[in-house]
C-alpha cells in the first residue's frame, strides 16, 4: 500500500441505518436522511463497534473503516492525549426517532458492565431534541416517592406508567441519562444521541409487543432492576448555556465527566477554529449547510449539510466553517 498523508480533514462516513421495531419515517423527513426506510429507529453516524464500524465516504480515505484508520493514524485522528487512552474512538453518535415507544430501558454504569458484561463498558447518554411535535413524550427516571415494591408491583401489572415521570419535550431541550436512569420516549420525536461507546441495554418492558417472530422480545428484568437508581433521578431538562468569548453564538449542552456537547450557531458568516492536539471533535449538522475549508493557506473545501456529521481529526489544525446562512452544529468530544 502506497504510503500517503495522515488524514487531515473533516472525515464523513456512511451512515448506519437500524431499523426498530419503534422506528418510523421521521429521519428521512426531519435530518435528511434518504436511505433511512418508513421503520428505521437509528441512524449511527460515528461508530467503531464490532459489527458496526462507520466508513469514510469523502477525501483520500474513502471507503476506509474507522477501526482501519485508527490502527495506521492513531495519533493524528484521535489525538496525543486519547491514543493512549482509548483503544478504540470512545463515542457513539446517533440520530433516533422514536415514532412509537422505545422499550422502557436502563444502562449500566462502568463498574457493573466490568463486572457482570463482557464489554466492560457502561452507558452514559445525552438526547438533543431537534423536532417534537405536540404528542411527542420523553420518559426520564421513577415519580419522586415510588418505592422498588411499588415499581415492581406496577411492573408486573402492566401499570408501570404510574409510576414514570413523563414529560413533554420541545426542540433544543437537553435529556441527560446516566446511567442507572430508567428512560424511554415515543410520539415521532427525533434526537441527537451522544453515548459511551456501548451497546448494552437493560429492557424492563416492550409494552407488550411481538417482534417480526411474532415472539415477544428479550426483558431483562432482573439485570435491569440490580442497576436501576430510584432516588436521585437529577435534573430532568437542561437547558442551554451561552460560552462567552467567541466572535460567534456558543453554547454548552452538557459537560458529564464522560463527553462534552456544546453548539455553534453561525447565520452568513466564516469563523476560524484551531483543532486541539490532544482529542478529536464529532460535528454533526442539526441545521443549515455550508463548508469547510482546511489544508495549505485553507484552499481545501468540505461541504456539509443538514443530517450530516463530520470528524474532526486532532492534527488537522487550523481550520474555516463557512456558513451559507442559518447553521446550527452540535461538538461532541471527550476532554
Not at 429507529?41 to 464490532?50: F, H, K, L, N, Y
Not at 406496577?154 to 441527560?176: P, R, S, W, Y
Not at 469563523?271 to 481545501?300: L, P, Q
Request: hydrophobic fraction near 35%; aromatic fraction near 10%.
Amino acid at each position: 500500500m502506497p504510503e500517503r498523508p495522515p488524514p487531515r480533514y473533516p472525515l464523513r462516513f456512511k451512515e448506519i441505518y437500524k431499523d426498530k421495531i419503534w422506528g418510523g419515517p421521521e429521519l428521512a423527513k426531519v435530518m435528511a436522511k434518504k436511505g433511512a426506510g418508513k421503520r428505521c429507529g437509528e441512524s449511527w453516524e460515528i461508530a467503531q463497534r464490532d459489527k458496526d464500524t462507520s466508513v469514510v465516504t469523502n477525501g483520500a480515505y474513502k471507503g476506509w473503516t474507522l477501526e482501519k484508520l485508527l490502527e495506521l493514524y492513531r495519533k493524528d485522528v484521535l489525538g496525543d492525549e486519547h491514543s493512549m487512552r482509548f483503544k478504540r474512538y470512545p463515542l457513539l453518535v446517533k440520530f433516533l426517532c422514536c415514532h412509537d415507544r422505545l422499550s422502557l430501558q436502563v444502562h449500566p454504569s462502568d463498574d457493573y458492565a466490568q463486572r457482570y458484561e463482557s464489554e466492560g463498558v457502561g452507558k452514559m447518554e445525552a438526547w438533543y431534541i431537534l423536532h417534537a411535535p405536540k404528542e411527542s413524550r420523553v420518559i426520564r427516571g421513577v415519580l419522586p416517592g415510588t418505592t422498588v415494591a411499588e415499581f415492581k408491583s406496577h411492573l408486573q401489572a402492566g401499570t408501570i406508567e404510574q409510576c414514570l415521570n413523563v414529560m413533554d419535550v420541545k426542540e433544543q431541550d437537553v435529556i441527560f441519562i446516566p446511567p442507572g436512569t430508567i428512560h424511554s420516549a415515543y410520539g415521532g420525536v427525533v434526537f441527537l444521541e451522544v453515548q459511551q461507546n456501548s451497546d448494552t441495554t437493560y429492557r424492563l418492558s416492550d409494552w407488550g409487543r411481538v417482534g417480526a417472530d411474532k415472539k415477544p422480545r428479550p426483558l431483562h428484568i432482573e439485570k435491569a432492576m440490580n442497576v436501576t437508581d430510584f432516588y436521585s433521578m437529577g435534573v430532568s431538562k437542561y437547558k442551554a448555556a451561552r460560552i462567552l468569548g467567541f466572535p460567534y453564538r456558543r453554547k454548552l449542552l452538557i459537560k458529564c465527566e464522560k463527553f462534552t456537547m456544546e453548539t455553534i450557531e453561525l447565520g452568513h458568516q466564516r469563523i476560524t477554529e484551531k483543532a486541539n492536539a490532544a482529542r478529536s471533535v464529532v460535528h454533526t449538522i442539526v441545521n443549515g449547510k455550508g463548508k469547510y475549508a482546511f489544508g495549505d493557506k485553507k484552499r481545501s473545501a468540505q461541504p456539509f449539510r443538514k443530517g450530516e456529521s463530520f470528524l474532526i481529526p486532532a492534527k488537522i489544525g487550523e481550520y474555516d466553517i463557512v456558513s451559507h446562512g442559518t447553521t446550527e452544529i452540535v461538538v461532541s468530544y471527550v476532554e
